[in-house]
């Protein structure tokens, strides 16, 4: 079978190489790379991750969303409740919070068990043998990783005694230092014999969770055992030639996509004042606890009516896409001693948590930026998505309008971006706002403006990857 994948993670085109000989569908390559990605893009991603899914199924021709991603604990009865606020260059400036009581409860393996059971060709030991490999062998970094420890590393992963052993090596020389990871390769191991839902509650769970309690923190196992995942809330948009399906409420990311869409697409010398706007109509309008998922659902019909992150995609011949977008904040810098897992730091993203640090949440899902797409043409079927914090939504948005103008994904995905901030800065690539002085120019091809991947099916298989982050496009 034809396979394409399109990935912002580096060793994901060699994890999709390494099982092509047997013949692998769409989902077979996406769950042995993003896997393998939860291995080798330390910081940018970990094994304790949670995302968002959009797929298309050739065989019965329909669109699915699934919303895994993270959920607070029902209570904060944990030993630490201190802030741990760090600071970073990263990007100008990040504030975020470190330590394990920044934990949230992940659902990358209720996404990878859903995708495995519905649609997987291969054994599971087959598609995790590369990642259980590399683990053990070691890598080198990404180049997206050292971009991002060169910021992070110190204040971020050298504080917890575990985490600064294991990496040591790097820290000496970020460039050639090798990491390896033993007891997270036994651990993905034991996962390729006893099922993804271990994590859950199994042995798996039991030692992160004995983690979680030493290092302080609140997630608890009855916390791991009421995660669900959110299926099908989804929207539906035209936007010019291209139908969009996406994530609907809980997620605000495929809202302001279809925002960003709506300002760009206005006839204006002052995009940089529209678009700021539309920054701060979400942080004073959606990012909020408690009945959100029917509140943005709303919010995008009207819009119907009237005109620190990894993605993969996958396709093959027999028309199924996948587009994921997964994440683990900027990483809490705790490791867990019996499974080789660094946790996440989603309840101390500063910027995603309007409650402040342990606020109310109500045991409900932390707010997403992600946005994974499937768009249809009268050409076929392709998925977009693109890592990138609270800039996913506006290089989706101007790669999406770029498309429009051009049917030419690559071009599309080229071409220079921009981003307003809330407080009305902004930063651009050079030739994307030559008309405005007050911006801030990057580099060409700067991973701040994400890493769009595409991916799909017209008369063959196909994938685009991003210069930006990785720009690893793979086809079989």
Not at 141 to 153: A, M, N
Not at 185 to 207: A, H, W
Not at 349 to 369: A, C, H, Y
């Given at each position: ?453 595409v991916s799909g099916l017209n008369t063959n298989v196909f994938s685009f990857g991003d210069k930006r982050r990785g720009d690893t496009s793979w086809q079989n």
């Amino acid at each position: 079978m034809k396979v394409s994948l399109a990935s912002t993670a580096e060793y994901s085109s060699t994890a999709a190489e390494s099982i092509k000989d047997l013949n692998p569908n769409a989902a077979d390559i996406l769950i042995t790379s993003v896997i393998t990605s939860m291995v080798t893009d330390l910081g940018v991603v970990s094994p304790t991750a949670s995302g968002l899914l959009s797929y298309y199924d050739g065989q019965k021709n329909s669109k699915h969303t699934i919303d895994g991603y993270f959920v607070a604990p029902n209570s904060f009865n944990g030993n630490d409740h201190e802030e741990h606020r760090i600071s970073m260059t990263y990007g100008g400036h990040v504030e975020t919070c470190k330590g394990g009581n920044t934990f949230a409860v992940p659902g990358i393996y209720k996404i990878l068990d859903l995708i495995y059971e519905r649609y997987s060709s291969l054994p599971l030991d087959k598609l995790l043998e590369f990642p259980i490999k590399i683990a053990k062998d070691g890598f080198k970094l990404t180049q997206p990783t050292k971009d991002y420890f060169i910021h992070s590393l110190e204040p971020l992963f050298m504080w917890h005694e575990y985490s600064k052993d294991v990496l040591n090596d790097v820290y000496k020389d970020l460039d050639n230092g090798i990491v390896k990871l033993d007891k997270l390769s036994d651990t993905f191991s034991y996962i390729s014999s006893v099922g993804f839902n271990d994590f859950y509650v199994g042995d798996i769970s039991k030692s992160i969770l004995q983690t979680v309690k030493q290092e302080g923190g609140h997630v608890t196992a009855g916390d791991f055992n009421n995660y669900h995942l959110i299926e099908d809330s989804k929207f539906n948009y035209q936007f010019n030639d291209l139908k969009l399906t996406g994530h609907a409420g809980p997620s605000i990311g495929g809202l302001m996509v279809l925002k960003y869409l709506e300002g760009l697409s206005i006839k204006s010398e002052k995009k940089a004042e529209i678009l700021k706007n539309v920054y701060l109509d979400r942080q004073q309008n959606y990012e909020f606890f408690g009945e959100r998922k029917e509140f943005i659902n709303k919010e995008i019909n009207k819009i119907s009516k009237s005109s620190s992150t990894i993605q993969v995609n996958t396709s093959d011949e027999a028309n199924n896409h996948f587009s994921i977008t997964f994440s683990s904040g900027y990483g809490s810098g705790v490791l867990c001693k019996n499974t080789g897992m660094y946790f996440n730091n989603s309840l101390g993203e500063v910027e995603l948590n309007p409650q402040g640090f342990l606020g109310d949440t109500k045991g409900d899902r932390l707010i997403s930026n992600m946005s994974p797409l499937i768009i249809e043409t009268n050409e076929g079927i392709s998925t977009i998505g693109s890592p990138g914090a609270n800039r996913i939504s506006s290089a989706i948005a101007q790669v999406l309008l770029n498309y429009s103008k051009s049917n030419d994904w690559q071009q599309a995905i080229d071409e220079p971006r921009f981003h307003v901030n809330e407080d009305g800065s902004i930063r651009a690539e050079p030739g994307s706002l030559e008309m405005d002085k007050d911006a801030i120019i990057t580099e060409k091809y700067d991973m701040y403006f994400g890493g769009v991947c595409v991916s799909g099916l017209n008369t063959n298989v196909f994938s685009f990857g991003d210069k930006r982050r990785g720009d690893t496009s793979w086809q079989n």
